[in-house]
């Protein structure tokens, strides 16, 4: 049946666009760009962009730095100290005193090194004693240690910037490049050990005094232990400080030093109710977790410095949205609905946090993958003065580019940039279309 004229006259109904549409996408293309003239925040645009890639940039420094500090930290402690060291104490009645001597060393040396998971254990003597040459002096920590041992300590026999020949070892000492440099000393060199627990004499105990030839100088790659470490042939470490038939610990290398506290539970058992297990982290875990909140401290405040730069996003969009109030109620009368609008202004804020998180994850990793050439420059400029070992324990500043870090500090800003985005796209979709095509 005909509907007469009516039905030509009839209105289609309307179809709603797809969410994220491409003229959605063009609209706010059109509205980043926009110049001065037109009423657009360009400026404002740049900005945010920048303090985006600059902040990122940023994270991704830190993390970066933080990593590599630890690993550099770690790798250094691992390899030149035992990652456990198996004490034993005993209360000898007679004096009142606790003995710490190992007397049957060769025999707990072997039931330590049979535990599964170790890769190496030995005997050692340990003392601290003055060293001194050329008329200096400087206090050392002895380690006594046969050539076989010393061969399997990496950041000492693998040093790459040492001295001499590590198999003249038996015909002399080994030291630290710290206590070489403090000493002046230099291979085939003679050092002067004084230890006040000396020769016991019928007028009381006088130091002992010995000389050594020099035979290896090592830089185990961590200041304190370049700075104090001394190496001394076993039986030559037990006749200077009085200790022959014993040793006072057993250095145990394993095979995964990250699991150390559950290596000494088993050491312990083997070793017997008189010993007394320590892991690397008791000696080192203090700084480690002093290292861990200025991490969290440092993550803190660059994950504020994001949020700060994103909340140029909110001012450059007020900002839009108040220049663009005509736009909008015309957008609103030709029937766009207010996801669109709110879509619209969305994808403008995302689009600044996107590019600017890109251009910071550029800048982050160039920055770390260069880093070494960048600090000698800075080191250079400043004179020499920006990195102290002494305070730092380490000899150049570390880096280690992790993809999960990257991975961190991309979502951190994305995350930021697209929830701050929302509030002033929420603005612009509620704009009454009458009120914002009056007041224009």
């Given at each position: 049946?005909?509907?007469?004229?009516?039905?030509?006259?009839?209105?289609?109904p309307?179809?709603?666009?797809?969410?994220?549409?491409?003229?959605?996408?063009?609209?706010?293309?059109?509205?980043?760009?926009?110049?001065?003239?037109?009423?657009?925040?360009?400026?404002?645009?740049?900005?945010?962009?920048?303090?985006?890639?600059?902040?990122v940039a940023?994270?991704?420094?830190?993390?970066?730095?933080?990593?590599?500090?630890?690993?550099?930290?770690?790798?250094?402690?691992?390899?030149?100290?035992?990652?456990?060291?198996?004490?034993?104490?005993?209360?000898?009645?007679?004096?009142?005193?606790?003995?710490?001597?190992?007397?049957?060393?060769?025999?707990?040396?072997?039931?330590?090194?049979?535990?599964?998971?170790?890769?190496?254990?030995?005997?050692?003597?340990?003392?601290?004693?003055?060293?001194?040459?050329?008329?200096?002096?400087?206090?050392?920590?002895?380690?006594?240690?046969?050539?076989?041992?010393?061969?399997?300590?990496?950041?000492?026999?693998?040093?790459?910037?040492?001295?001499?020949?590590?198999?003249?070892?038996?015909?002399?000492?080994?030291?630290?490049?710290?206590?070489a440099k403090?000493?002046?000393?230099?291979?085939?060199?003679?050092?002067k050990?004084?230890?006040?627990?000396?020769?016991?004499?019928?007028?009381g105990?006088s130091p002992?005094?010995?000389?050594?030839?020099?035979?290896?100088?090592?830089?185990a790659?961590?200041?304190?232990?370049?700075?104090?470490?001394?190496?001394?042939?076993?039986?030559?470490?037990?006749?200077?400080?009085?200790?022959?038939?014993?040793?006072?610990?057993?250095?145990?290398?394993?095979?995964?030093?990250?699991?150390?506290?559950?290596?000494?539970?088993?050491?312990?058992?083997?070793?017997?109710?008189?010993?007394?297990?320590?892991?690397?982290?008791?000696?080192?875990?203090?700084?480690?977790?002093?290292?861990?909140?200025?991490?969290?401290?440092?993550?803190?405040?660059?994950?504020?410095?994001?949020?700060?730069?994103?909340?140029?996003?909110?001012?450059?969009?007020?900002?839009?949205?108040?220049?663009?109030?005509?736009?909008i109620?015309?957008?609103?009368t030709?029937?766009?609905s207010?996801?669109?609008?709110?879509?619209?202004?969305?994808?403008c804020?995302?689009?600044?946090?996107?590019?600017?998180?890109?251009?910071?994850?550029?800048?982050?990793?160039?920055?770390?993958?260069?880093?070494?050439?960048?600090f000698?420059?800075?080191?250079?400029?400043?004179?020499?003065q920006?990195?102290?070992?002494?305070?730092?324990?380490?000899?150049?500043?570390?880096?280690?580019?992790?993809?999960?870090?990257v991975?961190?500090?991309?979502?951190?800003?994305?995350?930021?940039?697209?929830?701050?985005?929302?509030?002033?796209?929420?603005?612009?979709?509620?704009?009454?279309?009458?009120?914002?095509l009056?007041?224009?």
């Amino acid at each position: 049946m005909d509907e007469g004229p009516e039905a030509s006259h009839r209105e289609a109904p309307m179809t709603r666009a797809a969410p994220f549409a491409a003229f959605e996408f063009l609209i706010a293309w059109r509205y980043l760009r926009a110049k001065r003239a037109e009423g657009g925040v360009s400026a404002m645009t740049w900005i945010s962009l920048i303090g985006i890639a600059l902040a990122v940039a940023a994270l991704i420094i830190v993390l970066a730095v933080r990593s590599g500090f630890r690993t550099e930290f770690v790798d250094a402690i691992l390899g030149a100290n035992a990652h456990v060291t198996v004490y034993e104490q005993r209360f000898d009645g007679p004096s009142g005193r606790f003995d710490y001597r190992i007397e049957e060393f060769e025999a707990l040396t072997a039931q330590v090194q049979a535990v599964p998971g170790v890769t190496r254990a030995a005997p050692l003597i340990r003392g601290q004693v003055m060293g001194t040459a050329n008329d200096q002096n400087h206090g050392v920590i002895v380690f006594g240690i046969t050539l076989e041992d010393l061969k399997t300590i990496p950041n000492v026999a693998g040093s790459e910037r040492s001295q001499g020949d590590i198999d003249d070892f038996s015909q002399g000492v080994a030291i630290g490049s710290g206590v070489a440099k403090a000493l002046r000393l230099a291979i085939g060199d003679r050092i002067k050990l004084i230890s006040p627990n000396g020769v016991r004499t019928a007028f009381g105990t006088s130091p002992r005094v010995k000389s050594y030839t020099v035979s290896y100088i090592f830089t185990a790659g961590h200041y304190n232990i370049d700075q104090t470490r001394l190496y001394l042939p076993f039986e030559e470490a037990q006749s200077f400080f009085n200790k022959e038939g014993f040793a006072d610990q057993i250095e145990v290398f394993v095979d995964a030093p990250e699991q150390a506290e559950v290596m000494a539970r088993k050491l312990r058992e083997a070793a017997g109710e008189s010993a007394v297990v320590e892991t690397w982290r008791d000696y080192a875990g203090g700084f480690l977790r002093a290292l861990a909140v200025e991490d969290n401290v440092m993550l803190v405040i660059m994950i504020v410095l994001i949020l700060l730069s994103t909340m140029n996003i909110i001012s450059g969009l007020i900002m839009l949205v108040k220049n663009k109030g005509r736009d909008i109620g015309i957008l609103r009368t030709i029937g766009l609905s207010e996801g669109t609008v709110l879509r619209v202004f969305f994808l403008c804020g995302a689009g600044i946090g996107l590019v600017g998180t890109l251009l910071g994850v550029i800048v982050g990793v160039v920055f770390v993958v260069n880093i070494d050439a960048i600090f000698s420059l800075v080191n250079y400029l400043s004179g020499g003065q920006v990195w102290d070992p002494s305070i730092r324990g380490i000899y150049h500043l570390p880096s280690e580019l992790r993809g999960v870090d990257v991975l961190n500090a991309v979502g951190i800003s994305l995350f930021l940039s697209f929830f701050i985005t929302i509030f002033p796209a929420r603005r612009a979709a509620r704009m009454n279309p009458v009120e914002a095509l009056r007041n224009e």
